[in-house]
């Protein structure tokens, strides 16, 4: 059905089952996953063969104009993890400490480290036939040493709850584990700033830059969602902190990662905004805390999510203009805010 699906895991397309090429079991919509995937497929195929002429001409991957209007129109199923490992510098980091995965394994485990990792193994992804116990190449090995050794390798992150995801995904695309490693180094380390210290508060700061976005470019929202302190962390830490893992469709996912990985967490945000933008009229309805929360549920779902070459198409279009500078500046002072307002509290 889809291109890559061969390199990708071997789940079976019978409709009975209802499962797709990652192994997730799509009980409420396979049918217009189906009907999406019918056409996005001649694009998968276009974009198939154009990647694959780019890296037979240049099997280095270099940053540049060309490589980010590809990523942007997506990165092909097969070609993922070398794309993510390069784009994002873990290439260059697995190459400079050979070994070093293999000697946090084989290191003494923290037993406290080792029993919180676990307790997690049987929520992650009870839907997906790859992490089931029982599965007899199931992946729950491989993603319990990645969590392992990541919580050695930072220990001032250790393990936190939303980690089994991103790591979960990041084998299910690259089916290695020392890759999975270096790419959660990666995005932890240095693409997504403070999301998962001990005290958040990377992750505190950029739900507020996004509602300081929200006032800007869609200021009825932002007047409504002023009503409500404290109503970013309600509606949206969860899509930034799981990147937005079990909030959007998986090929949408894997289509904003692509994007994560080459340019950053600025595509974090082009994401929330593209949400808010497209669907102001539904949010302005809401009349109570519930109703807002209960919509921005609602706004992730549905045909506009579930194509996601036209939603890329739109994360880049819709929120107009968004630079570096912009989002640094914003997060200095949301950082300052809300390190004052914590100080206040104590």
Known sequence: MERGAEDGPQASQNDGERIDPYGFERRDDFEPYKEMMNEYVAVLNRRSKRWSKLLQDKPNVEKNLTVKRYVRKGVPNEHRAKIWMAASGAQEHLESKPGYYQSLLEMEH?????????????RTFPDNILFKSRAEEGLQKALY????????????????????FI??????????????????????????????????????????????????????????????????????????????????????????????????????????LTLVLRHQVEILRARSLPDVCECFKQITCGAFTLDCHAFMQKI?????????????????????????EESQRR
């Open 110 to 122: 923290d037993a406290k480290l080792r029993e919180t990792i676990h307790t997690d193994m049987h």
């Open 145 to 164: 040493n990645v969590l392992l050794a990541y919580g050695h390798h930072n220990q001032t992150v250790g393990y936190c709850q939303g980690m089994n």
């Open 167 to 272: 790591a979960g995904y990041l084998m299910i695309i690259t089916k290695d584990e020392e890759k999975s490693f270096w790419l959660m180094d990666a995005l932890l380390g240095r693409i997504l700033p403070d999301y998962y210290s001990p005290d958040m508060l990377g992750l505190k700061t950029d739900q507020e830059v996004l509602g300081e976005l929200v006032k800007t470019k869609a200021p009825a929202v932002g007047q409504l969602m002023a009503q409500y302190p404290g109503i970013w962390t309600l509606v949206v830490s969860r899509w930034f902190i799981c990147l937005y893992i079990d909030i959007l469709p998986i090929e949408t996912v894997l289509r904003v990662w692509d994007c994560l990985f080459y340019e950053g967490s600025k595509v974090l945000f082009r994401v929330a």
């Open 316 to 340: 880049f279009t819709e929120p107009g203009s968004l630079s570096m500078a912009t989002i640094d500046k914003l997060r200095e002072k949301c950082r300052q805010q809300i390190l004052e």
